[in-house]
């Protein structure tokens, strides 16, 4: 199902009205196909749906995190650090006020998109682990994506980049685990913890 489908779909289940659902299809279409992003656009919600298809199962509150997938990076801007929260503000702010969805739950899964940190509720963390995959991409895919982030900072000099990069790499390699949920850590702890420790060396 495409994009637009499973954003209309979603929509209409947790209560919205289908006069709404376009207009805010093309909005959200166009914030994230902006020029400046080259690695948090369209293309990593497509890859975050997969990954909540494959896993819908274990997941006890589904609509909420895939309206959360939508939403995480909906306000993405290089030189902010409150990104994650003024999306969480923005995604509960066009929810209608009957809905199925439980909203606080919705804006704690997009704020946790920021820190990346183990949550005692479940779905938070596959939320968590879906954002990072990317991290144990293959080594030509993660270096694409070392190559996207760049290009989304690109204002900044690599006199600035390199030391802040590195420095949020290190914060990864420094917590207990990367991913928050058993299967992730199980297939995938190594592999990312293998490429952030190359992509460091690699600055």
């Avoid at 609509?63 to 030189?79: A, C, G, M, R």
């Avoid at 996207?148 to 420094?174: S, T, V």
């Avoid at 420790?197 to 600055?203: F, H, M, T």
Wanted: hydrophobic letters at 35%.
């Amino acid at each position: 199902m495409k994009l637009q489908e499973r954003f209309k779909n979603l929509l209409i289940t947790i209560g919205f009205n289908a006069s709404e659902v376009n207009t805010l299809w093309f909005d959200l279409h166009d914030v994230y196909s902006t020029k400046s992003r080259y690695y948090h656009n369209l293309n990593h919600l497509k890859e975050m749906i997969v990954l909540y298809d494959e896993y819908n199962l274990e997941l006890e509150f589904p609509n909420e995190v895939l309206f959360s997938i939508f939403y995480h990076d909906y306000v993405y801007k290089v030189t902010r650090k409150d990104n994650e929260l003024k999306s969480a503000e923005y995604a509960l702010s066009i929810l209608p006020s009957i809905t199925t969805l439980n909203k606080q739950l919705v804006f704690d899964m997009i704020c946790a998109t920021k820190n990346h940190q183990h949550n005692k509720i479940e779905d938070i963390n596959w939320l968590i682990d879906f954002d990072l995959k990317i991290l144990s991409k293959n080594w030509e895919d993660y270096k694409m994506y070392c190559s996207q982030i760049r290009k989304e900072y690109k204002i900044y000099p690599n006199i600035l980049y390199k030391p802040g990069r590195k420095k949020a790499l290190q914060h990864f390699l420094e917590n207990q685990t990367i991913y928050q949920t058993q299967e992730f850590k199980t297939k995938y702890e190594s592999i990312a913890r293998n490429n952030i420790k190359a992509e460091i060396n690699a600055l």
